[in-house]
């Protein structure tokens, strides 16, 4: 409850605001740089990838999600195991809330490294900041925080993922899909670019900064009202990712080029939630690199 009013409180303030804000959204928007400085990546430490899968005790392993105005697919936890279960080179830990209704745990059990139960609060960011907080003392690696939202669709894609970031060490996040807005704000024509968080390629380093510039706190943990939780969670690690001095790269869901984010006039993507505009949302599409 305290987040929801927490919510609303922010709500009215930006409307009271809204002047001030529109006006500093179209300075932002004018003031697009050529060339911003960018800091490197520090180097990975450690070849295994830590991939962290959340799920909700309420699910099915196999189910169906329609993303609202948009497209439906099939997704769930098995489609992920088979992802990335038994894999060479892959740590697999899944994390669940509301754990005592889940159905199929020891199949779960038998396909995982480990799996861990944690509280419902703060929901995918529950069990990311949970994986954060076991694997932060350890070696710098690859880590992928996901959900099993994502596209039942199986397709080979992580040696090529991390090629790319090897190759591109300002990037300190990729995403497989992106809103260019906030839509949980009342300031309606706003630019807020931002990767959405059912699957993200980075670091454990980077996650240090972004927990260090977060006042020592994993985004987004600990909130349960959903609209607050994609602000605070989702675009707020966007952001300190981009404050920490690094880029921000998505692979185009529409034909599987890496793309680097841009300021408004330079942003070369279509605009909005880009799930609503194609058939197949949520998927991890194979990326094409263009040399």
Same mark, same amino acid.
């Given at each position: 409850m305290k987040d929801k009013y927490k919510f609303y409180f922010i709500l009215c303030v930006e409307l009271a605001l809204w002047p001030l804000l529109w006006m500093a959204d179209r300075i932002r928007r004018i003031a697009c740089h050529s060339s911003e400085p960018f800091r490197c990546r520090i180097p990975i430490e450690e070849s295994n990838v830590l991939v962290g899968v959340h799920e909700w005790g309420g699910y099915r392993l196999d189910r169906e999600k329609t993303i609202k105005h948009g497209a439906t697919f099939a997704c769930g936890l098995r489609s992920q195991l088979e992802r990335f279960g038994g894999k060479n %080179?892959? &740590?697999l830990v899944v994390t669940i809330s509301d754990a005592s209704r889940y159905e199929a745990? &020891?199949?779960?059990? !038998?396909? !995982?490294?480990?799996?861990? &139960? =944690?509280?419902?609060? %703060?929901?995918d960011f529950s069990g990311f900041a949970t994986l954060y907080e076991r694997y932060k003392d350890g070696p710098n690696r690859y880590v992928i925080l996901t959900n099993s939202s994502?596209? !039942?669709?199986? $397709? &080979?894609?992580?040696?090529?993922y991390i090629d790319y970031m090897e190759h591109n060490m300002e990037v300190g996040m990729l995403g497989i899909s992106y809103c260019t807005k906030m839509i949980q704000t009342l300031v309606r024509d706003n630019f807020t670019p931002h990767l959405q968080s059912f699957f993200l390629l980075t670091t454990i380093e980077v996650l240090r900064e972004v927990v260090a510039l977060n006042k020592g706190k994993f985004p987004g943990n600990g909130i349960s009202h959903k609209l607050l939780l994609i602000r605070q %969670? $989702?675009?707020?690690?966007? #952001?300190l990712v981009r404050k920490a001095g690094y880029?921000? !790269? =998505? =692979?185009?869901? #529409?034909? %599987?080029i890496p793309y680097k984010f841009e300021c408004y006039r330079k942003w070369g993507l279509p605009k909005g939630d880009i799930r609503q505009q194609i058939n197949t949302p949520n998927r991890i599409t194979p990326m094409k690199i263009v040399k």
């Amino acid at each position: 409850m305290k987040d929801k009013y927490k919510f609303y409180f922010i709500l009215c303030v930006e409307l009271a605001l809204w002047p001030l804000l529109w006006m500093a959204d179209r300075i932002r928007r004018i003031a697009c740089h050529s060339s911003e400085p960018f800091r490197c990546r520090i180097p990975i430490e450690e070849s295994n990838v830590l991939v962290g899968v959340h799920e909700w005790g309420g699910y099915r392993l196999d189910r169906e999600k329609t993303i609202k105005h948009g497209a439906t697919f099939a997704c769930g936890l098995r489609s992920q195991l088979e992802r990335f279960g038994g894999k060479n %080179g892959i &740590e697999l830990v899944v994390t669940i809330s509301d754990a005592s209704r889940y159905e199929a745990m &020891e199949y779960v059990r !038998a396909r !995982a490294s480990k799996v861990i &139960e =944690v509280d419902n609060r %703060g929901m995918d960011f529950s069990g990311f900041a949970t994986l954060y907080e076991r694997y932060k003392d350890g070696p710098n690696r690859y880590v992928i925080l996901t959900n099993s939202s994502v596209n !039942a669709i199986q $397709e &080979e894609f992580l040696d090529v993922y991390i090629d790319y970031m090897e190759h591109n060490m300002e990037v300190g996040m990729l995403g497989i899909s992106y809103c260019t807005k906030m839509i949980q704000t009342l300031v309606r024509d706003n630019f807020t670019p931002h990767l959405q968080s059912f699957f993200l390629l980075t670091t454990i380093e980077v996650l240090r900064e972004v927990v260090a510039l977060n006042k020592g706190k994993f985004p987004g943990n600990g909130i349960s009202h959903k609209l607050l939780l994609i602000r605070q %969670g $989702e675009i707020r690690l966007s #952001q300190l990712v981009r404050k920490a001095g690094y880029r921000l !790269a =998505v =692979v185009d869901p #529409q034909n %599987g080029i890496p793309y680097k984010f841009e300021c408004y006039r330079k942003w070369g993507l279509p605009k909005g939630d880009i799930r609503q505009q194609i058939n197949t949302p949520n998927r991890i599409t194979p990326m094409k690199i263009v040399k």
